[in-house]
């Protein structure tokens, strides 16, 4: 069931938005001649690599850099580009890696190597199924380029602000993941374009129903600002990455 809706919305969607992915493509192309997409590599299910299809919202070779978190304030970040990461453009392309199987519509977030090799044994259960387009932590962590912005270094401060509560999410979906979830979820993801607050009181909810641990849930408010704190299955904050 989880596929065939899987493909079946992907398919729809990327034919409704098709004149809007037409347009935002010749956006991009005119801005500084080069494609509008960007292809970049992703640790899947089972550890396999697979190539994401992005819309492309940053300069030519931005991945040079060998940052991989972004934040809102990021020079790389073309204008268009801002647009595109707002309204969130660049998650309607990965619709394409539904429908060849890479992706699901819901499930933990993809990441690169670099950040895969830092997951600890309990962390990697996160690869035991398709990376997915929303999650729960998607829907936490939606302002993550804001959160990053006040960093010198966004992908340690990733790691220590973030991925403490997005691998837990993500931990905590896998185990509890089921087709009623998961519509859930992509019900609210539509609803946090126009209510963020009531998306994260729903996950703050479900996650009270579900048992979890009082700090998580306390974090999950985003009601107060971002501490380091270890990965799950680590005892220490992470201080290099």
């Known amino acids: 069931m989880k596929r065939f809706v899987d493909v079946i919305v992907a398919l729809f969607l990327l034919v ?34 697979f190539s994401m299809v992005k819309m492309r919202s940053m ?24 647009l595109i ?17 890479d992706m699901s519509l819901v499930g ?9 090799d830092l997951y600890s044994n309990e962390e990697r ?11 729960l932590a998607s829907i936490i962590f ?24 997005k691998s837990r999410l993500g931990i905590i979906y896998i185990e509890n993941s089921k087709f009623l979830l998961d519509m859930k979820i992509l019900f609210y993801t539509f609803i946090l374009i126009f209510n963020k607050k009531a998306s994260i009181s729903w996950v703050v909810g479900t996650l ?19 501490i380091p704190f270890p990965p799950p299955g680590f005892d220490q904050i992470v201080i290099n990455r």
């Not at 300069?59 to 801002?82: C, E, F, H, L, M």
């Not at 259960?125 to 999650?135: A, E, K, M, Q, Y």
């Not at 009270?208 to 971002?226: A, N, Q, S």
């Open 85 to 101: 990461r707002r309204y969130k453009v660049d998650e309607i392309t990965q619709m394409w890696n539904v429908l060849k199987g």
């Open 208 to 226: 009270k129903k579900l048992g979890c641990e009082e700090h998580l849930i306390d974090v999950c408010k985003r009601e107060k600002i971002l």
């Open 125 to 135: 259960f996160l690869l035991s199924v398709r990376p997915g387009i929303t999650d």
């Open 108 to 116: 933990p977030r993809p990441n690169v190597k670099r950040e895969t």
């Open 142 to 165: 939606s302002d993550e380029g804001e959160i990053l912005i006040t960093e010198l270094d966004p992908d340690l401060a990733y790691n220590q602000l973030i991925r403490p509560w």
């Open 16 to 49: 409704i938005f098709s004149p809007l992915l037409l347009f935002i493509s010749l956006l991009v192309f005119i801005n500084d001649w080069h494609t509008p997409y960007y292809i970049s590599s992703r640790v899947g299910k089972d550890g396999e690599l």
């Open 59 to 82: 300069v030519i070779n931005a991945d040079s850099t060998g940052v991989d978190s972004t934040s809102d304030d990021d020079n790389r970040i073309t204008p268009i580009g801002k």
